[in-house]
């Protein structure tokens, strides 16, 4: 009951309930059941033994211990050769050989080092295996100036794979190489469609240029070079020049102690044929862009002059076969000393440097016809210097440095002893 304080409250008085305890005795007896009907085996003691950084729970009683694979990664392929995977595993004695994987990442690696010919070796590997190193493959070739190994390449990777850019871009920069016009554009405009690429926008402007300047032009072939000429206009004179060429191949591959490996494609052109493909400035009097492009204009009684401009753009046919990494001023520098010019020479060692090396690294000044002839002045002249202190064999040795992906300064200080940043800043100015 409950006590009454004076608030006028009603008092109720309850019957006292007797406590059931049978309900909850059933339900212990279910549960006491069920953890005996569904509880686990005994288990015997757990040991607990190092496995590297990580530990692995296992029984007393012994049993083999299979490494666990990694999750979240498909499995890789194998490396070839091996006839059973447990061969692959690895022991304390000798790590295992490396998969697929890892050999591509080290022929990449190798790639973008600019090391081409140890890469393609790597590839060669795989080309049967991956996509990717058949199309690798084919980028090496190229840049090897192997050009028809690099189609056959790119050829069967576009068999596999019709869409694949990079293989296309390719393609159609091989087929211009190879001077298959036709298909080159073909490929190039394919290639745009899918994306929108500058290097091939200017490859398919100037293939469009070029087929309508060359329509009617025959080529004669020698070993290492490939003379284009008008039928019309340049009879008999694609003789003299691939003469000269050859001289040039022996004499400057001679005191250079390298030959370009590839045959070199020569143009001759009609003077507004020559400026309406290659866009070059009025003074120019040949090019080198892959391709040996020269006006001939009333040729007859200037074989001297021809043979300084095809030295000239011989040499960086020469220079591009080493590498495409070249300071302008070095590489015009080199151009202008096998054309055997004595007069710039004198001019250049009255001059000294004028116009800081460093700003000629990239290109030449435009416009000014002055600037452009002292820039080349200058360039030769501090070639000169370099052959006349080091000889011509350091320069060759720097050329391959930088083929292989070193810095100009580093190249240049290991082999003339004086880093390249000091010897802009002096030379010719002493």
């Known amino acids: 009951m409950i006590e009454d304080h004076g608030y006028g409250s009603r008092i109720y008085v309850r019957k006292r309930k007797r406590f059931n305890a049978w309900p909850y005795l059933i339900v212990i007896a279910i549960l006491t059941g069920a953890w005996f009907f569904f509880k686990p085996p005994d288990k015997t003691p757990l040991i607990r033994e190092p496995v590297g950084s990580e530990t692995i729970n296992k029984r007393q009683e012994p049993r083999k211990i299979r490494p666990a694979a990694k999750s979240q990664e498909p499995a890789e392929p194998t490396y070839p050769g091996a006839e059973n995977p447990e061969d692959l595993q690895q022991t304390e004695d000798a790590p295992p050989p490396r998969n697929l ?37 084919g980028l090496c070739c190229y840049w090897l100036e192997d050009y028809n190994s690099a189609y056959q390449y790119l050829q069967q990777t576009l068999e596999n794979n019709r869409r694949n850019f990079l293989a296309r871009k390719f393609m159609a920069l091989t087929c211009y190489k190879l001077d298959d016009l036709a298909d080159s554009l073909t490929h190039a405009e394919i290639a745009l469609s899918q994306v929108s690429d500058f290097e091939l926008l200017t490859l398919q402007n100037k293939l469009k240029r070029e087929q309508k300047v060359m329509d009617d032009y025959g080529d004669q072939q020698k070993v290492h070079f490939k003379v284009q000429f008008s039928k019309m206009e340049h009879t008999g004179i694609e003789n003299t020049v691939l003469d000269i060429l050859e001289e040039a191949y022996r004499t400057i591959g001679s005191d250079f102690n390298f030959y370009p490996p590839a045959s070199i494609t020569v143009i001759l052109y009609n003077e507004q044929g020559f400026f309406d493909v290659t866009r070059a400035p009025g003074w120019a009097g040949g090019l080198y862009d892959g391709k040996i492009r020269i006006p001939i204009k009333d040729i007859e009684g200037k074989e001297e002059l021809l043979k300084r401009i095809l030295f000239h753009e011989f040499t960086h046919a020469l220079v591009r076969s080493i590498t495409p990494r070249c300071p302008v001023w070095l590489n015009e520098g080199l151009a202008e000393y096998f054309s ?31 600037l452009v002839a002292l820039a080349y002045l200058e360039s030769y002249t501090a070639v000169s210097d370099l052959i006349e202190k080091h000889g011509l064999f350091r320069i060759k040795e720097c050329l391959e440095a930088l083929g292989k992906g070193e810095g100009l300064s580093e190249s240049f200080r290991t082999i003339f002893g004086v880093a390249y940043e000091e010897f802009a800043a002096k030379w010719g100015r002493d």
């Open 340 to 370: 055997e010019d004595e007069e710039l020479l004198k001019l250049g060692a009255q001059l000294g440097q004028l116009i800081p090396l460093r700003r000629l690294e990239e290109g030449f000044p435009s416009g000014d016809i002055r």
């Open 101 to 137: 994987k890892g050999k591509l990442a080290d022929a990449h690696q190798l790639f973008l080092n600019r090391d081409y010919e140890k890469a393609l070796a790597l590839y060669k590997e795989f080309i049967d295996l991956d996509p990717e190193a058949l199309l690798y493959a």
